[in-house]
């Protein structure tokens, strides 16, 4: 499982390498605008001499690892500006970096030349660190270049006496003083405490930067020495995606990666990341990195065209087989056309037949269609009929009680002889008047509970400011009846205005109304509320 969740995360890390070549011209740029700015203050009026040297100190640090003449000509000018003002300490200082850039670029004697001249007594404490590291530097690089053995041997000696020295007067938290310690634990094989002081120098250091790419490159040597090759490999990437990040073109970690791929077979993007490599060093302008990219990319020129000539090979032998395989097609598409003609009449006759097989299932969807759209109608009509029959028996029940009661005490007040009492009762037109509401309040009781959503989705057949709101207590009016009853499949006026006492007109009148207030067309909205809800089961 971890290999293979190892083996995501280095194809992960290939991905964004891969991208970040093909975006390296947006991080140049903005190396080439942060330049423009430096040098746009360089050339303004009136600078001081002072300014003149700092500017051209932070032009000489971004030309470092970018382009190394142009770094050369700053740190040029800042020797001739530290002589002018006869400042030995500045002097020192671009003394010390023209020595370490020399040393990068294989100028040794010319570096050598450099560094000899300054004068150990007048530097402070960090020029004398930068003093040593540019020395160790010098004769390191001596040491791994020379082939004489007797001079490798003296070469490295300086080297980590150099070492020694530094590591005595850098402070022990300073990533001088680490670099150093991590460099000799690995020249010793303490591999697990060399990778200890790389995890203190990675904490210092910030993604992105050149000081990340250098930690990381120095953690792939670490890996190597420990014979962990996918480890190696993915602090390769992330130090070659940080070079790309700060347009770092003298950059080691993508020659040593390709040359890893080559040797695993990966010759296209071995092929690739040299090239980059090769294009970068031609810009940066250094023999040393140019010499050992141009070894490697010759190793891999010639695995590429043995990959070349092979795939050629298997080209012909390609082209072969599809030439017999072509005319094995010709005869093929020869017996194919003749069963075609065949298959043609058939399928003619079979698209007839499905034709008219198509016909008859739309025929008989459609009727399902409207056979279960009348199921439905069946079902909710007799449904509505069972609960409105059950309720005005149950009605009729009460009426007939009411009737009876009524009956009692008729009787009664005819043997009392209560005339003027009768006569009263007779009079009196409350009675109707109370009847007929119990009536509608029972009617609006009943058909709600059928139909709980009716007024809210009448309401949403209005205009918004036409909508009907209910009085307090009320679950219907006069118009949501009509309505009501419309729903129920009473839709003759004359039968609507018979049960709501009203006239024929009165409800023509109350129907044109509302039509007049529906968002919808007045043929459609009739037709509308029948379809309104289903009732409570």
Not at 181 to 204: C, F, H, Q
Not at 281 to 300: A, D, F, G, M, V
């Amino acid at each position: 499982m971890n290999s293979i969740r190892a083996k995501n995360e280095l194809d992960s890390l290939f991905i964004e390498l891969d991208n970040k070549i093909l975006k390296k011209d947006v991080y140049i740029e903005f190396k080439e605008l942060k330049i423009k700015e430096l040098k746009a203050e360089r050339s303004r009026l009136n600078i001081s001499i002072g300014d003149l040297y700092s500017l051209n100190t932070l032009l000489y640090k971004e030309y470092r690892s970018y382009i190394s003449d142009s770094a050369i000509f700053y740190l040029n000018e800042n020797l001739d500006i530290a002589d002018l003002l006869k400042d030995s300490s500045k002097m020192n200082e671009t003394s010390i970096a023209m020595a370490n850039l020399f040393a990068i670029l294989g100028m040794y004697k010319e570096a050598v030349d450099i560094i000899d001249g300054v004068k150990i007594e007048s530097l402070d404490k960090q020029q004398a660190i930068q003093y040593y590291s540019t020395k160790r530097v010098i004769y390191t690089n001596l040491g791994s270049y020379s082939h004489s053995n007797r001079d490798k041997a003296l070469y490295l000696k300086m080297a980590n006496a150099y070492r020694d020295t530094l590591a005595n007067i850098a402070d022990k938290s300073s990533e001088d003083y680490l670099r150093i310690a991590e460099i000799r634990l690995r020249l010793d094989g303490n591999i697990p405490e060399a990778l200890l002081i790389n995890d203190k120098r990675l904490s210092m250091a910030e993604v992105g930067t050149p000081e990340y790419a250098l930690v990381t490159f120095n953690r792939s040597l670490l890996y190597r020495k420990q014979g962990d090759l996918e480890m190696e490999k993915k602090y390769l990437i992330l130090s070659a995606i940080s070079d790309i990040r700060s347009s770092i073109k003298d950059n080691a970690s993508i020659p040593i990666l390709a040359n890893i791929l080559m040797k695993e077979g990966d010759i296209d993007r071995a092929y690739k990341y040299v090239c980059f490599s090769l294009d970068n060093i031609n810009e940066y302008n250094t023999r040393l990195r140019s010499s050992e990219i141009l070894n490697i990319q010759t190793i891999i020129d010639r695995a590429y065209q043995k990959k070349n000539e092979e795939q050629n090979k298997q080209l012909r032998l390609f082209l072969a087989l599809i030439s017999i395989l072509s005319v094995l097609l010709i005869i093929s598409i020869s017996y194919v056309y003749k069963q075609m003609k065949k298959g043609i009449i058939i399928s003619k006759r079979l698209k007839e037949a499905n034709l008219e097989l198509n016909t008859l299932n739309q025929k008989l969807h459609n009727m399902n269609n409207e056979l279960r759209k009348l199921n439905i109608e069946v079902v909710e009509a007799n449904q509505i009929k069972e609960e409105y029959i059950g309720y005005f028996l149950d009605e009729c029940s009460k009426y007939i009680d009411k009737l009876d009661e009524l009956r009692k005490t008729i009787n009664k007040k005819i043997q009392e002889k209560q005339i003027e009492s009768l006569y009263k009762i007779s009079k009196n037109n409350n009675l109707k008047e109370d009847e007929l509401k119990e009536l509608f309040r029972n009617f609006d009781v009943m058909f709600t509970h059928l139909f709980p959503d009716f007024v809210e989705k009448f309401n949403s057949l209005l205009m918004d400011n036409e909508q009907i709101i209910l009085k307090k207590g009320e679950s219907l009016n006069n118009e949501l009846r009509i309505y009501a009853l419309i729903r129920l499949g009473i839709d003759d006026s004359s039968k609507i205005a018979n049960f709501l006492g009203y006239s024929v007109n009165t409800i023509y009148n109350y129907r044109a109304k509302i039509k007049n207030k529906a968002k919808i067309s007045r043929e459609d909205f009739e037709w509308t509320i029948k379809k309104i809800g289903t009732f409570r089961k």
